[in-house]
């Protein structure tokens, strides 16, 4: 599974792979073999390329705030798709008509949200299955979902107009 995760200004592109009883996970260039177990509610200890670490993790809305004994932030995650669309939709908060179209080829997998609904930021609007992989696309900014282009099952192509907010 390949995600991006950012914290503060950093952003790297992560990809998470089973390995037997624990992951192989790359970051940037550099691949770690972890295990990881919860040790309490919020706790999790991992062993990352035989190193033994202790980090607390709590959910706040969309983000987690990740603390270890060093250093404490909040860290996000999200999928490629929907960095993508955050990327070519610039800033955050405008209102304005927005075409979300998809970024790769793929399956639509389900319609979440109706025609003339009012949808709020983060809101799941159309699940796409693109390499294997289920990728809710979501709304970028409150409005008004105008016009949805596809419907379950459907395939789609880089680029076909999936659903337009105002």
Known sequence: MDLIVRHGEREERVRVHRNGTGYEITVGERTYQVDAATARAGL?????????HEVAVRQIKESYWVSTPSAAGAVSVTDPLTHLAAQTHGGKGRRRNEKVAAYMPGRVVAILAQEGEAVTAGQGIVV????KMQNEIRAEH????????????QAVE???PLFELE
């Open 128 to 131: 796409l299955e693109a390499m």
């Open 158 to 160: 880089g680029g076909d």
């Open 142 to 153: 409150d409005g008004t979902l105008a016009r949805v282009h596809v419907q379950p099952g």
């Open 44 to 52: 999790r200890s991992l062993r990352i390329d035989g190193s033994h």
